[in-house]
């Protein structure tokens, strides 16, 4: 074996050539947390403007270009790629296989990423300025009406897409043929299993997606009329095939949270996951609901009844898997010895806002209801409750879940409590009051409002500079750890974890599983 | 109840609000509504029915998520490692699962009996007394009644906040943003449809108190309907991004009582009648100027910058068209640039206003044509 194991190149080259899935996971989400600083400049910027009445610091087609730019990169650039960073990091070894089972292309994926983005920001620098048409990017706003920048935007959406497929198939195929033997599905960590859902979501909807910017770039260039009704088109299909990505788009963003928090509680609960089964069952259950339920988001175009109802009942439906999940997380807790360590706080956390916009979701399932949420700020809230407390929420809980175990240093828990708590605060003054707001009729995606919106605005955006301002404690603590961290060795840094990513040296090394472990 | 219900929440939100020193003092003149926290029955039955279903399903999941939450916490407190507990190693029932998949089933049934009905109420377009057709344009609104007779009233509705409270240099006045140049009337007790299209991207005609938002879909033609029951001024907003000025195309309706109204109706038709007979006037240079900068700052400022400096669209002064002939002018001022942001205009003003703002473009911003644009050119110039 001697010759076999080497450690990582050096320099550059260790990066830009890497095939090992622990240095692409570390891209992964170092990437990932740069796009999250950006997003959240623009949210920043978005914040202070709506900080009073009146148009103080930008103008509303700047403003347009914040709020596209700041979901955009939120969802493909952000997100996304922090959670296919944690699948790199953490799949192969909590299933027991040495590395991904596509290793270049594993490199592929991450690699096209940065251009994508460095593409998309460069838009904001060109003539006309960036998309400004939301990051729904309804025709024929941005198609007939769009900048000249949304070729570019295009351009960059299909490399994302690209780069999503490639990270979900390296998935599917590593998941399925490189299980430790004894390693039936049914005794995969969910963490695998919701991920393993969320590659097969991708790529059934990312093809999609590129369909629909492929018609809008031939609506604006070779003179088709897919979303012109001046052309015998119809502007209204457009929202159908966005939607039929988008729905299971924003599952895609949350299961891999879920499997996080369903690995993270029963390690601090000291007690196995109640209702492993019916956790992946409702998982399946979920995926499935996602690709019937996309005109839940179009409920005011115009649809027949017969089709608002279906879309409403099938939306419902969602409720009933969702309620089974935190059910049995809860229920995991029940009875068991619990410790509060920040990974176990950011789960908590999760658990009550995520619920709270589960609950603001089913009331936007009410078709009726929903004529009144509909693009209000009542909709920015709920998105922001399931998005930035759910998704954001458990991503910062897994990374001080496992950096002991990637680096081999500690975290400082003071640090990471005072994290939790700056973000858990500052996130209910931000988004809180805007339910508010979008009830008492303020739409969204506006850069002015009228005069009764104003405390509220102001509460919001103080709220948002104060989490904003957390995520540099964030960034602190992980750089400080890394850098400066208390040395650890042992190879379970908590007491009451399960799985194979803790049979393993602390820190990780390069290679890992090289011999495949027994599973029983 | 109400009263004291916004009693206590004044209560509860004041300290907090003045602990963030946000006591603003600009927005107490914008009355009952400022930091309203729910969402209002407003002026209609259906409306009623909305908030009813919304309240509804607001306790359901206060009930829900009080006993969930209750049940962690209470877990949080009690079964914490510090107290000394030993954990259980329980880990599956399947009644148990069996059962927090019924229930709550049965309980959406029960929130999907009440939101069909009144889905079905909404969608009951029968027996509509009257019809508005209501056309989202970048970025105003305009209102056409269709008459039986052929005698269609149409206009358009622009926000009539001024630019210097928008930029902060005038003081913003109560309906800030939400008010417009000139409202839709409807009558009370009336079951109005609207017919709801747009002319160029989507919008959305929202007006939360009379409980309508419905899509402005180019090409298509979206059916709604309100029948208010008190009479009163009811401001909303577009909903759907419609590019720049989106948050600047608000909403006003005012209902008013039926005699009112056909009152109303009429100086409308009376009004419509004298400008069919400006057209066949012939105006001076002064009178064309003035009325073409009232025109121009309601149509074309939002684009075309107040002193034709150009922004979204290209600058007037200066400009190959506005100091070019005068029919090529015309052409753009009638017909647009297809594909562009630059609308035909030629449908949604008069062709006085038209004559007007031309003149007023070519002799404005130091462009000083010093030729005039008469109705019967306009006239003359759509005709072919």
Redesign the interface.
């Known amino acids: 074996m001697g010759d076999h194991h080497h450690g990582p190149a050096k320099g550059l080259s260790r990066w830009l050539f890497t095939t090992n899935h622990k240095d692409i996971g570390t891209m992964y989400l170092w990437f990932s947390f740069s796009m999250f600083i950006l997003g959240g400049a623009f949210a920043m910027i978005i914040r202070a403007e709506l900080f009073q009445p009146g148009m103080q610091l930008v103008e509303p087609a700047f403003f347009n270009q914040m709020t596209t730019l700041h979901g955009l990169v939120m969802v493909f650039g952000a997100i996304m790629p922090s959670f296919v960073g944690l699948a790199n990091w953490m799949i192969p070894m909590m299933i027991g296989a040495p590395d991904m089972a596509l290793p270049r292309m594993n490199n592929w994926s991450f690699w096209i990423l940065p251009p994508a983005f460095l593409i998309l920001a460069g838009t904001l620098f060109m003539e006309g300025g960036a998309p400004n048409f939301g990051w729904t990017f309804y025709a024929p706003l941005s198609t007939t009406y769009a900048p000249p920048s949304v070729t570019y935007f295009i351009f960059s959406i299909h490399v994302l897409g690209l780069s999503s497929i490639m990270g979900s198939i390296n998935i599917i195929a590593t998941v399925m043929n490189m299980r430790a033997p004894g390693m039936t599905y049914m005794k995969m960590p969910l963490f695998v299993w919701t991920w393993l859902i969320t590659a097969f979501l991708l790529v059934a909807v990312m093809p999609v997606l590129a369909g629909a910017v492929t018609m809008m770039l031939m609506d604006i260039h070779f003179g088709t009329s897919f979303f012109s009704a001046a052309g015998g088109g119809d502007p209204v299909l457009f929202q159908h095939i966005f939607w039929f990505f988008g729905h299971p788009e924003v599952y895609i963003i949350i299961l891999p949270a879920f499997g996080v928090v369903s690995q993270i509680i029963p390690t601090f609960a000291r007690k196995p996951l109640f209702g492993y089964d019916s956790m992946v069952y409702a998982t399946a259950a979920i995926a499935f609901l996602s690709f019937i339920v996309w005109a839940h988001h179009m409920y005011t175009v115009g649809m027949p009844v017969a089709g608002e109802l279906f879309f409403m009942y099938a939306t419902m439906l969602i409720a009933v898997p969702t309620g089974v999940k935190v059910f049995n997380w809860v229920t995991t807790m029940w009875r068991g010895a619990m410790t509060f360590e920040t990974p176990m706080l950011f789960c908590m956390g999760f658990l009550v806002l995520f619920t709270i916009g589960g609950f603001t979701g089913l009331m936007l399932s009410i078709a009726p209801a929903d004529f009144q949420y509909h693009d209000s700020y009542f909709v920015v809230a709920h998105f922001h409750y399931v998005m930035v407390a759910g998704a954001v929420f458990s991503m910062s809980a897994a990374v001080y879940y496992w950096l002991p175990k990637w680096c081999g240093r500690m975290y400082s828990e003071t640090m990471g409590k005072t994290h939790f708590w700056i973000s858990f605060i500052g996130f209910n003054i931000a988004f809180f009051p805007q339910h508010f707001v979008g009830l008492a009729g303020m739409p969204r995606r506006i850069p002015d409002y009228a005069l009764q919106f104003a405390d509220f605005n102001m509460m919001s955006s103080i709220g948002a500079f104060i989490y904003g301002a957390s995520q540099i404690l964030f960034l602190y603590n992980v750089v400080a750890t890394i850098v400066a961290g208390k040395p650890t060795s042992e190879a379970k840094t908590w007491e009451g974890a399960e799985g194979l990513e803790w049979t393993v040296a602390t820190p990780a090394p390069y290679h890992t599983f090289e011999t495949p472990p027994q599973v029983r | 109840m109400l009263l004291k219900a916004n009693r206590l929440r004044e209560l509860a939100l004041g300290p907090v609000?003045m602990l963030?020193g946000?006591a603003?003092a600009?927005?107490a003149?914008?009355?009952d509504?400022?930091?309203?926290?729910?969402?209002?029955p407003g002026a209609t039955e259906i409306g009623q029915?909305?908030y009813d279903?919304?309240m509804l399903?607001?306790w359901i999941?206060v009930i829900?998520?009080a006993l969930?939450?209750g049940?962690?916490f209470y877990?949080?407190y009690y079964?914490?490692?510090?107290r000394g507990?030993?954990?259980?190693?329980?880990?599956?029932?399947t009644k148990?699962?069996i059962a927090?998949?019924v229930v709550?089933?049965l309980i959406?049934i029960g929130?999907?009996v009440p939101?069909?009905s009144?889905?079905?109420e909404?969608?009951d377009f029968d027996d509509a007394e009257m019809d508005v057709l209501i056309t989202g344009y970048?970025w105003k609104w305009k209102y056409e009644y269709l008459d039986e007779n052929g005698e269609n009233v149409s206009f358009f509705s622009n926000l009539r906040t001024p630019q210097g409270?928008?930029?902060?240099t005038a003081d913003?006045g109560?309906?800030?943003?939400?008010e417009v140049d000139e409202p839709l009337v409807i009558p009370v007790d009336t079951k109005v449809r609207f017919l709801?299209t747009a002319n160029?991207?989507?919008h959305?005609w929202?007006v939360?108190e009379l409980?309508?938002?419905?899509?402005a879909?180019?090409?298509?033609i979206?059916?709604t309907w309100t029948k208010a029951s008190t009479e009163g001024i009811y401001?909303?907003?577009?909903?759907?991004?419609?590019?720049?000025?989106?948050?600047?195309m608000p909403v006003v309706v005012n209902v008013v009582s039926k005699e009112e109204y056909a009152g109303w109706l009429e100086t409308k038709k009376v009004e419509a009648a004298e400008i069919r007979d400006l057209m066949a006037q012939t105006f001076t240079m002064d009178e064309l100027m003035t009325r073409g900068k009232a025109v121009y700052e309601r149509n074309c400022l939002a684009c075309h910058g107040a002193n034709g400096e150009g922004?979204?669209g290209t600058a007037i002064a200066g400009s190959a068209v506005a100091m070019g002939d005068v029919s090529g002018h015309l052409e753009i001022g009638i017909n647009g640039v297809p594909?562009?942001?630059m609308q035909a205009f030629g449908g949604q003003i008069n062709d006085v206003e038209m004559a007007a703002v031309i003149t007023y473009q070519r002799n404005a911003f130091g462009n000083n044509m010093g030729d005039m644009v008469q109705p019967i050119d306009v006239y003359n110039h759509k005709k072919g």
């Open positions: 609000l963030l946000l603003s600009g927005a003149a914008a009355g509504k400022v930091n309203q926290v729910n969402m209002a029915s909305i279903l919304h399903i607001f999941c829900i998520g969930v939450f049940v962690m877990s949080i079964h914490r490692k510090s507990v030993t954990p259980s190693t329980f880990h599956e029932s148990v699962e927090w998949t709550p089933f959406l929130m999907a939101a069909t009144t889905l079905l909404i969608y970048q409270e928008i930029y902060n913003k109560e309906h800030y943003l939400l709801v160029d991207v989507i959305s929202w939360p409980a309508v938002k419905k899509d879909i180019p090409g298509f979206n059916e401001r909303g907003q577009c909903a759907e991004l419609c590019g720049k000025d989106h948050g600047f922004g979204v594909g562009s942001a």
